[in-house]
């Protein structure tokens, strides 16, 4: 069995790019910081940053809403491969294929996070564009009209 189970933190927007063909196909490309559950010699916590691709309609979700440092949990299995770079070394390459992926907690929260979050591999500031829309009173998001059939799940 190949299951990985993951939650963390974006450490920038995602990077997405569309198939060619007849049928175009978005390919969502992310990082996830995941937090490690304990410390060695009491260090400060420290983190694994582990790629995901999400296809399809994943790919088209994370790309409308996924914004950096914001908390989602992923599902999926783990792909490994390798190649050979243009200097004739051969690389080695592991990632997660996202299977399904939620947010993890609320447009606020992320927001204040995403301020305070150490990005070890670059990227931009926070996009100002919203996550998704939030209803005030009970902290669960609210679904737009009319996306139904966008969402990566039934």
Request: proline share 5%; with cysteine.
């Amino acid at each position: 069995m190949n299951k990985a189970i993951l939650m963390g933190r974006l450490t920038r927007d995602p990077e997405v790019r569309y198939s060619q063909g007849d049928n175009q196909m978005a390919i969502a490309r992310y990082t996830l910081a995941v937090d490690r559950r304990f410390n060695r010699n009491n260090d400060e916590n420290t983190a694994d940053f582990i790629p995901c691709v999400a296809f399809g309609k994943a790919g088209e979700f994370a790309e409308r809403y996924f914004r950096k440092g914001t908390k989602i949990a992923v599902t999926g299995r783990i792909q490994t491969g390798s190649y050979t770079n243009k200097d004739g070394v051969k690389v080695y390459t592991t990632e997660v294929i996202v299977e399904e992926q939620e947010f993890a907690e609320s447009k606020n929260s992320s927001a204040n996070a995403a301020g305070n979050y150490d990005d070890r591999f670059g990227g931009s500031p926070m996009n100002s564009q919203p996550a998704a829309p939030m209803a005030a009173s009970d902290g669960f998001m609210n679904i737009p009209d009319g996306i139904d059939e966008e969402l990566p799940f039934n």
